[in-house]
């Protein structure tokens, strides 16, 4: 019955560790997809200065997702 028990308790402690693992990843990649967007637009507009921003944003999501 302990046996059990330790496992019932594994296995909610590793779906709750897969979910926020999930999450932690997930929301860099939403931030990263968005500034892609931008950045086709600003490329296609030939917005240099805008660029210059989105791609150091897209750095900045990046280095969160390597943390």
Do not use: C, W
């Amino acid at each position: 019955m302990r046996l059990i028990a330790a496992l019932e308790t594994q296995n909610a402690e590793l779906e709750q560790f897969t979910y926020t693992v999930s999450h932690d990843l997930k929301s860099p990649l939403i931030t990263l997809k968005g500034f892609l967007g931008l950045l086709e637009k600003d490329i296609a507009e030939g917005n240099a200065d805008a660029v210059g921003s989105d791609v150091a944003r897209m750095n900045n999501a990046a280095d969160q997702m390597a943390r």
